[in-house]
């Protein structure tokens, strides 16, 4: 009996414990106030407003989340999201209003702090208030030292202002808190980042120190295109042009898809030299290795042109038409060889004949991460400011791609 009536107690113990901690997880003591936690999440208007924002219905989410937040004024988080989306709707001057209110709340956590400043941080970014956005960011840090989406944000800001030494720091500092598996992505980044800082080097003339850059940019990641060409630039200025010569060369051996950008830098340097042949041998080889490849074929076809071989030439840029209808280079080349032969008949109704199925397009680059278009090869995406995410376009008639489609869809 006395057994019994312990085990009673201690079960009746238990269960008030277990009481006691649950309504300590419900409630919470705000300034003096019981306040039931459970409340707004449980509110029709706030699940209401997660499906709104779920299927990106934004203004209707604003309208049930401030219907939410009336039922209690303290609630961090919901004030936080509305302030974020006022921000996305681009009323930005109501988020940072939103985020400072937050932000004056007596005894706020470090960690609520540190959210509230990032969220300020985005609204002073999205305005266009850059050194209040820097600030912001840098007060997140002082807060927070290992705050990714701070510290992606100051890189961002530092690369709009082309603070590239403030931004290589910065990627260090990311790299260093992501750990081994976003090595490879930071080490590309920090290799176009010493890119950067060696052309700014170039631009004040410090050979030795561009070369230092461009040979560390090299070391981070091998495949970082720019920096060979732009080496092979310093050790042309320095006068050494066979070392120059090696280095577009092996720019083309790292990216061969990239060949281009080394070639009209080669063959003035192949020409200095006298070695005109090997500015012939190498765009042979490159077409050969690419059919597609027109660049190579348009600038032998430049070559060979300005030694007096037309004909030739014409029969490059033909070639290279079939491959890439929507290069308007090819076109321009084409016209102005014609014309230098002076429009014979035959050879204009030839190019007639290649481009009538022709699909021209303008701008062939474009971002592969959010599709923006470019009519040039960018290495940093101005619209979402990615490193090396471009991809040339290229467009030709549908042939033997058609057969993959199942046909289901082709119905
Ligand atoms: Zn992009």
């Not at 600030?135 to 709009?160: I, M, P, R, Y």
């Amino acid at each position: 009996m006395q057994g019994y009536i312990v085990l009673l107690a201690v079960l009746v113990a238990l269960l008030v414990g277990m009481a006691t901690g649950k309504a300590w997880e419900r409630y919470k003591l705000v300034e003096g106030r019981w306040i039931d936690r459970r409340r707004v999440r449980q509110s029709p208007d706030f699940i209401l407003g997660l499906n709104y924002l779920v299927s990106g219905q934004v203004d209707l989410a604003i309208e049930s989340l401030e219907k939410a937040s009336q039922l209690d004024a303290g609630a961090f988080e919901l004030q936080l999201v509305l302030g974020n989306l006022y921000r996305e709707k681009g009323q930005v001057g109501r988020a940072i209003q939103e985020h400072q209110t937050l932000l004056q709340r007596p005894r706020l956590n470090r960690i609520d702090h540190a959210s509230a400043l990032l969220c300020l941080g985005l609204d002073y970014r999205r305005g266009g208030f850059v050194d209040r956005a820097v600030a912001t960011f840098s007060e997140v840090l002082k807060l927070d030292a290992a705050n990714e989406a701070a510290l992606t944000n100051l890189e961002k800001l530092q690369e709009d202002q082309h603070q590239w030494q403030e931004a290589y720091v910065t990627r260090q500092r990311l790299s260093l808190i992501a750990g081994p598996p976003e090595q490879p992505k930071s080490q590309s980044i920090l290799a176009f980042l010493e890119n950067e800082i060696g052309l700014q080097a170039m631009k004040q003339r410090d050979f030795a120190e561009a070369a230092r850059r461009f040979a560390a940019a090299i070391e981070l990641e091998p495949s970082v295109t720019p920096a060979y060409l732009h080496l092979g630039d310093v050790r042309h200025e320095q006068g050494d042009l066979v070392g120059a010569i090696a280095m577009w060369e092996r720019a083309i051996d790292v990216s061969p898809e990239r060949a281009y950008l080394a070639l009209e830098r080669l063959e003035e340097g192949y020409r200095t030299i006298g070695a005109d042949a090997r500015f012939v041998e190498l765009c042979r080889r490159l077409t050969a290795a690419a059919p597609r490849e027109w660049r190579a074929r348009a600038a032998l076809a430049r070559h060979v042109a300005s030694q007096g071989q037309q004909a030739k030439a014409l029969d490059l840029l033909f070639a290279a038409l079939e491959h890439n209808p929507h290069a308007l280079a090819i076109h321009q080349a084409i016209w102005n060889t014609l014309s230098a032969l002076d429009l014979p008949r035959a050879l204009v109704a030839r190019y007639i004949d290649v481009t009538r199925e022709s699909v021209f397009y303008l701008d062939p680059h474009v971002c592969m991460r959010c599709r923006y278009r470019s009519t040039e090869l960018l290495w940093q995406c101005p619209h979402c400011h990615e490193w090396n995410t471009f991809v040339e376009e290229r467009i030709s008639p549908a042939t033997d791609t058609e057969a993959e489609i199942p046909a289901s869809v082709s119905q």
